[in-house]
């Protein structure tokens, strides 16, 4: 993780052309490449960001940050107050609440609950970054990652983008589409889903366990 505090402007060239005046901010670059540019206020959503993979350039006073599709993150610095860099290791993934496991659960028990002839391939995948919860085939052969939330926000869409970029890189799964499930999707999440290309669902868990399971157990 690198972290420069600093009085800055941020010009975004893509889709949309955006600009951010000069001011103080907090610039994070992290270890999977992922830059994200916060102000001092706003809760955790960055005023502006490039998701990984991306390529930084950076000649001190100017960081230019380029995705595949051409998009730009061009950050110029004025005064920099605070730099640090520290290496934080592997993390261990976000250790999901009792819902979530059994939401997990259920949904590995009724994969159709995805569409009509889906079948589950394995739950807790593992890629690099992480396991994505649910691994599955649809009915014409192709790989669906599902993410599972108790409530759908951007930073679970953000999380199940990053399992696809891994998951995509594979060439015995790719391609792979990505569902994000939940009992509620917050329309922020809805949006991005969309922009994404990831479908949404949301779920009901007092139904889904009141169908009995097929699924034999010794309990």
């Not at 610095?77 to 261990?92: K, L, N, Q, S, W």
Request: net charge negative; with cysteine; aromatic share 6%.
């Amino acid at each position: 993780m690198r972290i420069r505090i600093a009085d800055c402007t941020v010009r975004y060239e893509g889709r949309l052309n955006a600009y951010l005046p000069m001011a103080t901010r907090l610039v994070m670059v992290k270890a999977d490449g992922c830059v994200a540019i916060h102000a001092d206020g706003g809760a955790y959503k960055p005023l502006n960001w490039m998701n990984a993979p991306n390529t930084l350039s950076d000649d001190g006073d100017t960081w230019v940050v380029v995705n595949p599709k051409g998009e730009k993150l061009i950050i110029e610095f004025a005064d920099v107050h605070f730099e640090t860099a520290h290496e934080m290791g592997e993390d261990p993934g976000l250790v999901k609440d009792g819902v979530e496991l059994e939401l997990q659960r259920l949904l590995a028990e009724r994969p159709e609950t995805f569409g009509e002839g889906v079948e589950l391939i394995r739950r807790e995948y593992p890629t690099p970054i992480g396991p994505v919860d649910l691994l599955c085939r649809d009915a014409h052969g192709a790989t669906i990652a599902v993410e599972i939330k108790r409530r759908g926000e951007i930073d679970g869409v953000e999380q199940l983008t990053r399992y696809l970029d891994f998951l995509n890189r594979d060439s015995r799964l790719a391609p792979v589409r990505g569902v994000f499930a939940a009992q509620i999707v917050k329309p922020q999440a809805r949006v991005l889903c969309q922009d994404r290309g990831i479908g949404w669902l949301e779920v009901d868990y007092d139904a889904l366990r009141g169908v009995d399971s097929d699924v034999m157990k010794l309990f």
